[in-house]
């Protein structure tokens, strides 16, 4: 829908955060698709075309399912996967105005969102609490004990054995336009300090998911915010989350709303926001790019 038939909307949008009591955010895939973090199209064909050449992939999403027949070849792919979408900028400064609209409220991030890219705009990290792992972490993948281990420092070796330089902005380039290799040195390949066994990635999609101790301090301070905003005029602000976890933040917020009279649902999402019957009174949505309604918010 055009933004300017969303006149409206916006202007009730911008009327409830001056109400708000708190503003909780509840952040999905669409709202980093927004600032320039896409998995497909011409960022996919500048990192992976000898990937997609070889093995037919469509996106980045799908090369992370293929079961690769060496760890060499695994971790070149996944090493790329990850430095482009946790160590590089941000492309546009979606974050940041959401940082700008929230930084004087009493605010919280829930987010499904894996890419580091609330902390990386500003955001205070005691107040985010990712559900769902972090690019930059890997863990045993028993897993043997709930532990993380930062990656960065090997996953830039990584894609440096492959071929590549990085700028001034962190973005990866080949210096001498030639193919990419697409293995690392089997000395890279991570293993559990503890046990010896393969690493993964701290990435929730199954029962191996390590739940370490930041992640636990994370889920505390969220419920405490939760408590500690309970009957007040709380603004849960739901940004690009789709149908792949809706419990996690969706369900969850329609929820709360209907628990709390006082509080107002907002849901910007490009196509997909809308709000069940039993709230609809007290919800704003608005179905546009998120970073065009930041930017007119």
Same mark, same amino acid.
């Given at each position: 829908?055009?933004?300017?038939?969303?006149?409206?909307?916006?202007?009730?949008?911008? *009327?409830?955060? *001056?109400?708000?009591?708190?503003?909780?955010?509840? #952040?999905?895939?669409?709202?980093?698709?927004? #600032?320039?973090?896409?998995?497909?199209?011409?960022?996919?064909?500048?990192?992976?075309?000898?990937?997609?050449?070889?093995?037919?992939?469509?996106?980045?999403? %799908?090369?992370?399912?293929?079961?690769?027949?060496?760890?060499?070849?695994?971790?070149?792919?996944? %090493?790329?996967?990850?430095?482009?979408?946790?160590?590089?900028?941000?492309?546009? @400064?979606?974050?940041?105005?959401?940082?700008?609209?929230?930084? =004087?409220?009493?605010?919280?991030?829930?987010?499904?969102?894996?890419?580091? &890219?609330?902390?990386? #705009?500003?955001?205070?990290?005691?107040?985010?609490?990712?559900?769902?792992?972090?690019?930059?972490?890997?863990?045993? %993948?028993?897993?043997?004990?709930?532990?993380?281990?930062?990656?960065?420092?090997?996953?830039?070796?990584?894609?440096?054995?492959?071929?590549?330089?990085?700028?001034?902005?962190?973005?990866?380039?080949?210096?001498?336009?030639?193919?990419?290799?697409?293995?690392?040195?089997?000395?890279?390949?991570?293993?559990? @300090?503890?046990?010896?066994?393969?690493?993964?990635?701290?990435?929730? %999609?199954?029962?191996?998911?390590?739940?370490?101790?930041?992640? *636990?301090?994370? !889920?505390?301070?969220? *419920?405490?915010?939760?408590?500690?905003?309970?009957?007040?005029?709380?603004?849960?602000?739901?940004?690009?989350?789709?149908?792949?976890?809706?419990?996690?933040?969706?369900?969850?917020?329609?929820?709360?709303?209907?628990?709390?009279?006082?509080?107002?649902?907002?849901?910007?999402?490009?196509?997909? #926001?809308? !709000?069940?019957?039993?709230?609809?009174?007290?919800?704003? &949505?608005?179905?546009? =790019?998120?970073?065009?309604?930041?930017?007119?918010?």
């Amino acid at each position: 829908m055009n933004i300017k038939k969303n006149e409206h909307m916006i202007q009730s949008l911008r *009327h409830a955060f *001056h109400q708000a009591d708190a503003v909780l955010i509840g #952040a999905g895939a669409g709202l980093s698709a927004s #600032a320039g973090f896409i998995y497909t199209g011409e960022r996919f064909q500048n990192y992976f075309k000898d990937f997609a050449s070889k093995y037919g992939f469509q996106d980045m999403y %799908s090369g992370g399912f293929y079961p690769f027949e060496t760890p060499e070849e695994y971790w070149a792919y996944w %090493s790329r996967y990850i430095f482009i979408n946790r160590y590089m900028e941000i492309p546009k @400064p979606v974050y940041q105005r959401l940082l700008e609209l929230v930084h =004087d409220k009493d605010y919280f991030v829930l987010t499904t969102n894996v890419d580091h &890219c609330f902390q990386k #705009a500003g955001f205070d990290k005691r107040r985010l609490f990712y559900t769902q792992g972090d690019y930059g972490l890997f863990q045993c %993948s028993e897993p043997c004990c709930q532990k993380t281990y930062d990656n960065e420092s090997v996953i830039r070796e990584m894609v440096k054995m492959q071929g590549f330089a990085t700028d001034k902005d962190n973005s990866l380039y080949l210096p001498d336009e030639t193919a990419p290799k697409m293995t690392v040195p089997a000395p890279l390949v991570p293993h559990c @300090p503890v046990c010896g066994r393969p690493m993964g990635m701290n990435l929730r %999609s199954d029962a191996t998911f390590a739940e370490d101790s930041g992640w *636990h301090k994370a !889920a505390k301070r969220y *419920h405490d915010f939760l408590r500690g905003h309970q009957n007040q005029k709380v603004l849960f602000l739901e940004l690009g989350v789709g149908m792949n976890t809706p419990g996690i933040v969706k369900f969850s917020f329609w929820r709360m709303t209907t628990e709390n009279p006082k509080a107002t649902y907002a849901c910007v999402n490009s196509g997909e #926001a809308s !709000a069940p019957t039993e709230i609809r009174d007290r919800s704003i &949505c608005i179905n546009a =790019d998120i970073g065009k309604v930041l930017e007119q918010l």
